[in-house]
């Protein structure tokens, strides 16, 4: 079992970039997979990104190029990269990890806000 932490979110201006990090209180090697997700106002929880334990990455595909997903085992951290970021991009990021016959884990989310 981990607790995860998000963290990185912040005010920034269209076109900018952010860095979010997702903190594990254990190994993440537990995790067969990590996800990012993100909610904007009341619209339901919207997957972006996933690394599976191999590095196998998806992206949503309207954010492929823009959002780039990594870890870090050895820092138990799940990262996304946010570049050129548009007004639509603000929201609460989430991350998970997968454990494979156990369920999800889930953070409590960072807010970003992208100013125009």
């Known amino acids: 079992q981990v607790q995860l932490v998000e963290s990185g979110g912040d005010l920034v201006q269209a076109g900018g970039s952010l860095r979010l990090s997702c903190a594990a209180s254990g190994s993440i090697d537990i995790c067969d997979s990590m996800d990012w997700y993100r909610q904007v106002s009341e619209k339901p929880r919207e997957w972006i990104a996933q690394i599976t334990r191999h590095r196998d990455i998806n992206y949503l595909p309207s954010l492929e190029g823009r959002f780039t997903i990594s870890r870090d085992n050895a820092k138990n951290t799940l990262y996304l990269e946010m570049t050129n970021v548009k007004p639509e991009d603000t929201g609460i990021y989430y991350c998970?990890?997968?454990?494979?016959?156990?369920?999800?884990?889930w953070g409590e989310g960072t807010l970003v806000t992208v100013s125009s």
């Open positions: 998970n990890c997968r454990q494979k016959g156990r369920g999800y884990y």
